[in-house]
């Protein structure tokens, strides 16, 4: 089987996860940015401190319901996908699905939410209280480091995805 249109119906589907959560993520960090605080570089973690126990409250809910929606994205990605393959996604498949689709996102959130939203347009709203003016904000090499490390977890995740999805589906 070629791979090809496995690949492109991903990055189509990586696209529509990115468009998807990262309004998500904009509109949360307007709500209350110390929901997510462990995102944020560690000076500016050092400095704000600890999370509020009403942020941890709203951080589950907010979890879950970005769980459902990327759930059901890659749901729907791999019914497609099943149209593609003409039958049994199988195990190849289904991983380089699943890898290509979160390695887009990876990058875009990498390129897009940290580099030029966090970085260099830096809103208001995403700033934590008392913690304005921080180095952390400004750093490349922190939010590099956060894409480098999601390339092990996009690998997992998609060992992980691939043969559920292959057997289900």
Same mark, same amino acid.
């Given at each position: 089987?070629? #791979?090809?249109?496995?690949?492109?119906?991903? &990055?189509?589907?990586?696209?529509?996860?990115?468009v998807?959560?990262?309004?998500?993520?904009?509109?949360i960090?307007?709500?209350?940015?110390e929901?997510?605080?462990?995102?944020?570089?560690?000076?500016?973690?050092?400095?704000?401190?600890?999370m509020?126990?009403?942020?941890?409250?709203?951080?589950?809910? +907010?979890?879950?319901?970005?769980?459902?929606?990327?759930l059901?994205?890659?749901?729907?990605?791999? #019914?497609?996908l099943r149209?593609?393959?003409?039958?049994?996604?199988?195990?190849?498949?289904?991983?380089?699905?699943?890898?290509?689709?979160?390695?887009?996102?990876?990058?875009?959130?990498?390129?897009?939410?940290?580099?030029l939203?966090?970085?260099?347009?830096?809103?208001?709203? +995403?700033?934590?209280?008392?913690?304005?003016?921080?180095?952390?904000?400004?750093?490349?090499?922190?939010?590099?480091?956060?894409?480098?490390?999601?390339?092990?977890?996009?690998?997992?995740?998609?060992?992980?995805?691939?043969?559920?999805?292959?057997?289900? &589906?």
């Amino acid at each position: 089987m070629a #791979l090809w249109p496995v690949v492109h119906l991903a &990055l189509v589907w990586g696209l529509v996860l990115s468009v998807v959560l990262f309004p998500s993520v904009i509109a949360i960090c307007k709500f209350n940015p110390e929901i997510m605080l462990k995102d944020y570089p560690p000076d500016v973690q050092a400095k704000h401190g600890p999370m509020s126990e009403r942020s941890k409250r709203q951080r589950l809910p +907010i979890g879950i319901l970005l769980t459902v929606v990327l759930l059901a994205i890659v749901a729907a990605s791999f #019914l497609q996908l099943r149209k593609i393959v003409e039958g049994d996604i199988g195990f190849l498949p289904a991983f380089v699905h699943v890898f290509t689709m979160f390695s887009l996102f990876n990058v875009l959130d990498w390129l897009v939410l940290d580099w030029l939203i966090m970085v260099r347009m830096q809103p208001r709203f +995403i700033v934590l209280p008392g913690t304005e003016g921080m180095a952390g904000y400004r750093s490349y090499w922190f939010h590099f480091r956060g894409f480098l490390i999601g390339i092990p977890i996009t690998l997992a995740a998609s060992l992980l995805i691939a043969p559920i999805a292959a057997a289900v &589906l």
